[in-house]
T-cell receptor, first 115, second 113 residues
Framework: AQSVAQPEDQVNVAEGNPLTVKCTYS??????LFWYVQYPNRGLQFLLK??????LVKGSYGFEAEFNKSQTSFHLKKPSALVSDSALYFC?????????????FGKGTRLSVIA | EPEVTQTPSHQVTQMGQEVILRCVPI?????FYWYRQILGQKVEFLVS????????KSEIFDDQFSVERPDGSNFTLKIRSTKLEDSAMYFC???????????FGPGTRLTVL
């Protein structure tokens, strides 16, 4: 069964500093990995995905994530944080070869960027 | 930019009542999903739907739940007899293909009293 771990409930970072939101996963086969962001009273917005190819994936709003197969990780990063990046971030995984299987989400990490 | 829409944004109901949550997926998408998020908890999968039938469902999706695509645009989730523990935010999602990213609607907050 697939699972996702986001070890940090909360990440605080100063505006302009780099940020990292951690995610590790477990799947039986190869993973499809996703990051979503949720602003207050809003739905989940897609940020980026890893399907295959380059381990470094670039997404919306200057975010990127690095797929590391040996560490089964897919950490979300941004070189310079903005106050507007403050939100709840969810990592999600699905097995690449299991057809129309659902996304399995982590519990989320609340990012707070302080001016 | 096309988006998934959901109605209503907030539904308050009495325990034991039936509710229908409505979603309009992105128009050329073929795969549809319902998820829910109990306050403060993670997003949980309920059901996936493709080619007018359920592809997969979770343990949460018991006999009280059903989904339907009554026409070419709507995708509905019905809860026949709501329980207090059904109170949650319900998200609809759609994707163009099974391995594409899923696009989520803004959610319906269901409150069961």
């Amino acid at each position: 069964a697939q699972s996702v771990a986001q070890p940090e409930d909360q990440v605080n970072v100063a505006e302009g500093n780099p940020l990292t939101v951690k995610c590790t996963y477990s799947v039986s086969g190869n993973p499809y990995l996703f990051w979503y962001v949720q602003y207050p009273n809003r739905g989940l917005q897609f940020l980026l995905k890893y399907i295959t190819g380059d381990n470094l994936v670039k997404g919306s709003y200057g975010f990127e994530a690095e797929f590391n197969k040996s560490q089964t990780s897919f950490h979300l990063k941004k070189p310079s944080a903005l106050v507007s990046d403050s939100a709840l971030y969810f990592c999600a995984v699905r097995d690449a070869y299991s057809g129309n299987t659902p996304l399995v989400f982590g519990k989320g990490t609340r990012l707070s960027v302080i001016a | 930019e096309p988006e998934v829409t959901q109605t209503p944004s907030h539904q308050v109901t009495q325990m034991g009542q039936e509710v229908i949550l409505r979603c309009v997926p992105i128009s050329n998408h073929l795969y549809f999903y319902w998820y829910r998020q109990i306050l403060g908890q993670k997003v949980e999968f309920l059901v996936s739907f493709y080619n007018n039938e359920i592809s997969e469902k979770s343990e949460i999706f018991d006999d009280q739940f059903s989904v339907e695509r009554p026409d070419g645009s709507n995708f509905t989730l019905k809860i026949r007899s709501t329980k207090l523990e059904d109170s949650a935010m319900y998200f609809c999602a759609s994707s163009g293909d099974w391995d594409n990213e899923q696009f989520f609607g803004p959610g319906t907050r269901l409150t069961v009293l």
